[in-house]
C-alpha cells in the first residue's frame, strides 16, 4: 500500500515539473548555488581552523610586530633587532625572521627574466619550522654572514617544477633576483594545506 502511494505521489511530482520546467530548473539551480556555498564556506573553514599547518610544533609558533611603517603600513622588525632578540632568547627559544612577500625579476637560464614572488628569510628559518629540502640543502649560520659571492637561495617547489621542470642538477646553478647575484642551494618541500 506504501509503495502504491509512494509511487502515484512521485507520478505526481513529475507530472508538475513537467507542467512548468522553468520554475523546476530554478529549483535545482537554487539548490545546486546553496549547496556549493556552503560547500565552499566548509572548506574554507576547515582549511583556517581544522587542518594543521604543516610544520613541526605550530601551536609555539608567534608572531611578534614591532612597529607599523608610515609608508606601506606593514608591520615592521628590523634585521638588527631581529639578531640581538635570537641571541638574547638562544637558550630559552628560537627566532626567525621574515619579510614581506615582493615581487621581483628573476634571471636563469640565459633568459629575459621573468616576475616571481620571493620572501626573505633567517638562515634557521626552515630548521626552526621542522621542514626538510626536498632536494639540496636549506640554509647555513654562515649564509647569514653573507661571505660569499653569490646570497643562497632556496626555491620554491611548484617554481621548481614550473621553471625548472623538477630537474635536481639545479643545486649550485647561478641565477639574478633584481641583478642580485643568487647560487641555488635547495627546493622548500610541496606543502599542501
Request: charged residues 15%.
Amino acid at each position: 500500500m506504501e509503495d502504491s502511494i509512494l509511487a502515484h505521489e512521485l507520478r505526481y511530482a513529475i507530472r508538475q515539473v513537467w507542467r512548468v520546467p522553468g520554475f523546476a530548473l530554478t529549483v535545482v539551480l537554487t539548490i545546486g548555488i546553496g549547496i556549493g556555498a556552503n560547500l565552499a564556506i566548509f572548506q574554507l573553514l576547515h582549511a583556517v581552523l581544522f587542518v594543521r599547518l604543516p610544520i613541526a610544533a605550530p601551536e609555539q609558533i608567534y608572531s611578534l610586530h614591532s612597529l607599523k611603517s608610515p609608508f606601506d603600513a606593514q608591520w615592521i622588525f628590523s634585521y638588527p633587532a631581529y639578531q640581538r632578540l635570537n641571541k638574547e632568547t638562544a637558550g630559552i627559544a628560537p627566532v626567525i625572521a621574515h619579510s614581506g612577500i615582493s615581487e621581483g625579476l628573476l634571471k636563469a637560464h640565459g633568459n629575459s627574466g621573468e616576475r616571481i614572488r620571493y620572501q626573505l628569510v633567517s638562515a634557521n628559518f626552515f630548521d626552526v619550522l621542522g621542514l626538510a629540502p626536498q632536494v639540496g640543502r636549506f640554509f647555513y649560520f654562515a649564509d647569514d654572514q653573507g661571505e660569499a659571492d653569490d646570497l643562497p637561495v632556496v626555491l620554491g617547489s611548484e617554481y621548481w617544477r614550473r621553471s625548472f621542470a623538477g630537474d635536481a642538477t639545479v643545486i649550485g646553478r647561478h641565477i639574478t633576483l633584481n641583478g642580485v647575484p643568487l647560487a641555488v642551494v635547495g627546493v622548500a618541500p610541496r606543502i599542501e594545506l
